[in-house]
């Protein structure tokens, strides 16, 4: 059941338009200021940072996209092919489906070409109330040889499932008993309706090393949800949630406002470098992007490349002409409101 849902999640993905309809990023909002003279070469410009220890050659993350189906196994190697040649990160889709029927574990494993880089595990928070703990976590883990575990908080997407796991209660203490027993640091992760203050101090005060905030803006899984609905009435209910949720731009200042020590992503609707700079102008450690990716991921790592290779260029250009040499100089970089005040 979990295979066929993460097919139908990948179809509607490739065949649908699921982006947010009404509600941007928020990136647009914001413009950096040119500077004419950067008074050094743009062949100077270095884009490496490092993210939970881990060095990365320009700040993208690869999130979460999919796994569970043998479709998913190819495009998992393709993204995994990628982020090995451009050293960048990635992360797997929910392992949900591998832990309940083994047959599809090989649909996650990509270290047998990707031995280098750093990799996110994957599961839905609310399974830790539903008989999963501390040792399902390690299953995760172990099972493609991960760095991290990313708990993806999905409220919504739960309400407007068929059967969804709607109870959230206690799962706080719940996600404070993996952070402490896991030997890897855990990341916390909206599915596409961004992370407040609020709930980003709660999960670094409990032990979250990390906070991707998957904003609004980019793919809506509400607009998802909506294909698959059972009944007019839900299709009806998903359908008002298409402009829900706190739109990334905002939510990487709320998280990094919540957390100031903790390592953030920004993602939700990042299509460009001139985003990637952004995000982390406002706050981010790092960028994540998944939808304009899987296309290409459909066909081949190297097309995977040809696309990420272009969003690096975008990123340093960017920073040549805001004169941000270094991540460091990136992150002092001031923001304009768009149409304010100059």
Request: with cysteine; glycine share 10%.
């Amino acid at each position: 059941m979990h295979s066929q849902r993460k097919l139908e999640h990948l179809r509607i993905c490739l065949e649908e338009n699921v982006e947010s309809p009404g509600l941007g990023a928020g990136f647009d909002d914001y413009r950096f200021t040119h500077r004419a003279l950067p008074e050094f070469d743009l062949a100077a410009v270095d884009t490496a940072t490092t993210f939970l220890g881990h060095p990365f050659r320009a700040p993208i993350l690869l999130s979460a996209m999919t796994g569970g189906t043998s479709a998913a196994q190819a495009i998992n190697c393709h993204l995994a092919e990628a982020a090995q040649e451009l050293g960048l990160g990635l992360g797997v889709g929910s392992q949900r489906a591998a832990i309940e029927d083994p047959d599809l574990i090989n649909t996650y494993q990509v270290r047998q070409v990707a031995p280098d880089i750093f990799l996110a595990a994957n599961l839905g928070a609310i399974q830790l109330k539903h008989g999963y703990g501390v040792a399902e976590c390690q299953r995760a883990v172990d099972m493609i040889q991960a760095n991290a575990l990313v708990l993806h908080l999905n409220p919504l997407q739960e309400s407007l499932q068929g059967n969804g796991n709607t109870d959230f209660s206690g799962l706080l203490a719940r996600i404070e008993a993996v952070c402490r027993a896991l030997p890897v640091p855990v990341l916390a992760k909206e599915v596409g309706w961004g992370l407040s203050e609020e709930v980003a101090r709660q999960l670094v005060e409990v032990g979250v090393a990390g906070l991707e905030v998957a904003g609004a803006g980019g793919t809506s899984w509400s607009e998802v949800e909506k294909h698959r609905a059972e009944s007019e009435t839900m299709r009806r209910v998903a359908e008002a949630f298409a402009n829900w949720g706190i739109p990334t731009a905002i939510s990487i200042q709320l998280a990094r406002r919540g957390a100031p020590h903790a390592q953030i992503v920004g993602s939700g609707g990042v299509r460009t470098g001139i985003h990637v700079a952004k995000a982390v102008a406002l706050g981010a450690d790092i960028a994540g992007l998944a939808a304009p990716l899987l296309r290409p991921a459909t066909v081949s790592g190297q097309a995977v490349c040809l696309r990420l290779h272009q969003l690096v260029t975008e990123l340093r250009v960017a920073m040549f002409c805001v004169g941000a040499r270094t991540m460091t100089d990136l992150r002092r970089t001031p923001l304009q409101p768009s149409g304010g005040p100059v």
